[in-house]
């Protein structure tokens, strides 16, 4: 019984030293992240001095933070012991521990360690192989050296240390304006209220740049939410058509009888509604942009017109006898597959010739994981102004729900989420935006259920979870290589086996 009780007691202690890990994944700056990881380390383990180290991506110098230990002591660490315990730490991969480096045959000759008398010390790697930094502790208070309680909780959050400093100096980065991927776009192009830093939008952009000042039709597809009507404005503001009218039409959302006049308009008599003559959006659009979105859903009708205005720059109002010539810049937007459309005569092979001049494909929100917390931060600004109500920020653990959650309604979807979290916690008098907020039935989706119950985001995540386990098997947790082979950052899998609580199994 009592070694139950002990053993609960343990995993609690250890519950509790991760969860305040997490807590400090919050923080802004990856120097006081650091150093709060370390004090925390240093109080689980119960030692006197503690050094962390972490570097780059390329192995180089990157931050360092030591704990009760002076300049000189520090320098000690960094040049001369760690020709010996961290370098060995280093190569092998493995935890070193020793009661006493006095003592101890692998370590007595170094110099620094005879100078100092360093007996307890206990050092471990930092992230997978090839590891991403050290940690190493000295100064035991306990006679015996480090029990293998200590040990554990060390190795435990070192393993958790890389994740959560790489998310810190994400925001960090984001922030300062480092690894901005679109900064070369933004300077060229007019960008207003376009949010996010990622390489997918930057790459979006960099095509943008090159066709916007093109008078030639684009076909803009991408998932539903991504964005493609602001992919369109943009372009339009870009172009030399930017001082005349962008005319939007989605065709999905009108009656089939009424779309080639809503289209092109209508002389009077034309059909049961037409008492007068009305102009319809090419007319509206003169001099300027038609985006169409939702193309895929007119009517064989309605494109066998859209292909006549596109060849020959007129068209017919309905129940006209002579063609109107149009100055109108088209482009069309869909999220469904125009050549399944075509092979299944749905969708004139024509007319998709001519709209697919330029294609351009808007990433989603999946495939721009950096760009979460930035238009969460945009929407919720734009949420609190248009409604009245406080400024609100996201809580860190908020932060970490957004990106960890998936959005299958992509920009779209995390906007409404982020709109409905700041109506509630206005309406609690909260401070910021927390996790309950924005999840406020625990579950990160708003998607109906299925029939066992488990909504398709919770499949997802689960789905998302067991294939990332399989891969890291695969490849014996060799985070780099499975990372190439889900090509993928590995900061990302590392995030991943953060949030999904993976685990290697100990043989």
Known sequence: MAGREEDAERLRRERDLYRRLLDLGGQEELESFLREALSLIVEAVDVQHGYLALYDDRGGPGWSIAHGLSQEQVEGVRHVVSRGIIAQA????????????????????????????????????????????????????????????????????????????????????ERSGEEDATRAARERLRLEGVIGRSAALAAVLEQVALVAPLDVSVLLTGDNGTGKSQLARIIHDNSRRAAHPFVSLNCAAIPENLVESELFGAMPGAHSMATRKTDGKVAAAEHGTLLLDEVGDLSLAAQAKLLQLLHSREYYPLGATRPVRADVRVIAATNVDLQRAVAEHRFREDLYYRLHVVPLRMPSLAERPGDIALLAAGFCADASRRHGLPQYSLSPNARRALEAAGWPGNVRQLAHTIEAAVIRASGERATQLETSHLFPNGKAAATPGGADGETLQAALRRFEGEYLRRALEAHGWNVVETAKRLDVARSQVYKLINVHGLERSKK
């Open 90 to 173: 280093l190569a092998t991969g493995e935890t070193i521990v020793t009661p006493s480096a006095l003592s101890d045959s692998r370590f007595s000759m170094l110099e620094s360690v005879r100078l100092r008398s360093i007996e307890a010390v206990l050092c471990t790697p930092i992230g997978a192989a090839p590891p991403r930094g050290i940690l190493y502790l000295q100064g035991q208070r306990r006679p015996d050296g480090f029990a293998e309680e200590a040990r554990t909780i060390a190795e435990t959050l070192a393993r958790h240390l890389v994740p959560l400093a790489d998310l810190v100096l994400a925001r960090h980065r």
